[in-house]
């Protein structure tokens, strides 16, 4: 009787911390939004690129590769992604430098809400974060 209810409550446990992984994991997808911000801050140490992946519901993906040089500092970073990103993404977004080093990404029109994720950097020194804005 005893190895029975141990059984049990062994599968509970395994239940329980398997739903509770799967809704974590869900939990920490983002969801489209109309504007993101990309905050940048400190000096590139060294020549690289940063990709970003910029994904509009419903429609392909588009990543958006940026050649960042060494000792460039995060308001001169900034503008360089800013003008790689209107480069790229065309008339369904706005891009803006905010701040003098944070890039606003906003949707224009019909414009789907997307998601912003960096999907690489070879870049050291320059530090970037990805938030809803």
Do not use: C
């Not at 911390?17 to 905050?39: C, D, M, N, Q, Y």
């Not at 690289?48 to 990543?63: E, L, M, N, S």
């Amino acid at each position: 009787m005893e190895i029975r209810r141990l059984n049990r409550a062994v599968a509970l446990a395994a239940s329980l911390w398997i739903g509770l992984f799967a809704v974590t994991a869900h939990a920490a997808e983002p969801k489209p939004v109309s504007k993101w911000r990309i905050a940048l801050n400190h000096t590139s140490d060294s020549d690289g690129a940063i990709t970003f992946r910029i994904a509009p519901a419903g429609k392909d993906a588009i990543d958006v590769e940026t050649k960042i040089p060494r000792n460039t500092g995060e308001n001169h970073a900034a503008q360089i992604l800013r003008d790689s990103l209107k480069a790229s993404l065309g008339e369904g977004y706005h891009v803006e430098v905010d701040d003098g080093e944070d890039v606003l990404i906003k949707r224009r029109g019909d414009t789907p809400k997307f998601i912003v994720t960096m999907v690489s950097s070879s870049v050291t020194g320059l530090e970037v974060k990805v938030r809803k804005d």
